[in-house]
């Protein structure tokens, strides 16, 4: 899938930017030719930039998995997934593989996240009664994988310090919102088709504490009836309180934090240079997309039609971000970067494309590897699903950008 949309989108821009040329417009000609190396220092630039980042944030996320915080986020999870998995024994080790994943991917964990997640469809595997089609409890944890909240979108604020943002965090709080009400469609679509019921005690709870967590930031950012005029310093608390937490709780355990984080750390370097290539990759692409006009020329007729319908247009510059997300990571990220190069990381659209790239999931390629790593190939209802929680995620995205940005 992937490949044949880069191809396409590279195929398309040269033919468009070349036509336009011939009919004179040979400033495109030139753009284009210009976009093959400004893209390509861009890339680089940004991953070299992001290494010192990438080697703080790793560091610290070692010292959460060798403190045990990991874990023990999981088992404060594990009573939760026994009761939305009715069919899988409560206390199989795949409920502690679910939890895992998820704690894995809320604290920022993607190199932790798959590993789990993989080994959590295997365990699931063993209760599926029809090993080539997909079971509920398989269904549910990919539709959570999918639109699962993630408290620290690390990548994020780092691509926003990269490219000049004045407070990288301030799109935390838009970020949490906006994947919470994705997850929660997710969550419910599935329990409505599954008939699973989400009025236990139990659940309830979970819930409950989620919305307490969720709702005290958002009052805590609100400022004599102006909402996200303090929602940076809500999302800097926040992290620095997340930290903090963690360094205690390394005391407590007797970690040797040094050691950790530097293990962690080391991993920086390697990941950085590593994302080089599928962000020249996609950066090549998107840049002669905007240099030959057809991405501009997109966006207008879309504009168009918003204000045709007398809606704000200004979220249609962000909006390739949303669109992508569900196809690549890669690509929405190298989509956000270019939003942010083009119009300012602080900018409306920077901001959107950012809480874009923060609120969903990649869910074609989730599922392609989960599934693939078990060997089903009929699955269900999980896409749609997904889809209906990615589309929640970017309406609630676009929705919060206007009331926290203006």
Request: proline content about 3%; charged content about 15%; aromatic content about 10%.
């Amino acid at each position: 899938m992937l490949n044949r949309i880069w191809a396409s989108l590279i195929v398309i821009s040269l033919l468009w930017g070349i036509s336009a040329s011939l009919f004179g417009y040979s400033e495109i000609a030139s753009a284009l030719v210009a976009s093959l190396f400004d893209m390509a220092e861009l890339a680089t630039k940004i991953c070299l930039g992001l290494i010192g980042v990438m080697c703080f944030w790793l560091g610290l996320m070692e010292i959460a998995n060798v403190s045990g915080l990991s874990e023990k986020l999981a088992r404060g999870l594990a009573p939760l997934f026994s009761r939305l998995m009715p069919e899988v024994p409560r206390g199989d080790k795949a409920i502690s593989s679910i939890s895992m994943n998820m704690a894995a991917n809320m604290l920022g964990l993607d190199n932790a996240a798959t590993p789990a997640g993989i080994q959590a469809m295997r365990d699931l595997q063993v209760h599926n009664k029809t090993p080539s089609l997909l079971s509920n409890a398989q269904i549910l944890f990919l539709v959570l994988n999918t639109s699962s909240v993630t408290l620290i979108p690390t990548t994020v604020f780092v691509y926003r310090a990269q490219l000049g943002a004045m407070t990288p965090t301030d799109v935390f709080l838009p970020i949490l919102l906006a994947t919470s009400c994705s997850t929660l469609v997710g969550l419910l679509t599935v329990a409505w088709l599954q008939k699973l019921k989400l009025w236990s005690p139990v659940v309830l709870a979970y819930f409950i504490a989620a919305a307490v967590i969720v709702g005290g930031l958002l009052a805590a950012s609100v400022d004599e009836g102006e909402i996200g005029k303090r929602s940076a310093l809500v999302g800097n608390l926040t992290l620095l309180v997340l930290i903090a937490g963690l360094f205690l709780y390394g005391f407590k355990r007797r970690v040797r934090m040094y050691d950790a984080f530097i293990d962690g750390a080391k991993n920086g370097f390697s990941i950085a240079i590593g994302i080089i290539p599928y962000l020249v990759a996609m950066l090549f692409a998107l840049g002669l997309l905007r240099a030959s006009g057809v991405l501009e020329f997109g966006l207008e007729q879309l504009r168009y039609a918003v204000a045709f319908m007398g809606g704000d247009t200004r979220f249609v510059d962000a909006l390739p971000t949303a669109l992508m997300k569900p196809f690549s990571g890669s690509g929405s990220r190298a989509l956000m970067i270019e939003t942010m190069e083009v119009y300012g990381a602080d900018s409306f659209a920077g901001r959107l494309a950012a809480v874009y790239q923060g609120s969903t999931e990649t869910t074609f390629y989730v599922l392609a590897v989960y599934c693939g790593a078990v060997a089903i190939t009929r699955t269900r209802y999980a896409l749609a699903c997904g889809l209906i929680a990615d589309g929640a995620g970017i309406v609630a995205a676009t929705l919060l950008a206007y009331c926290f940005f203006g």
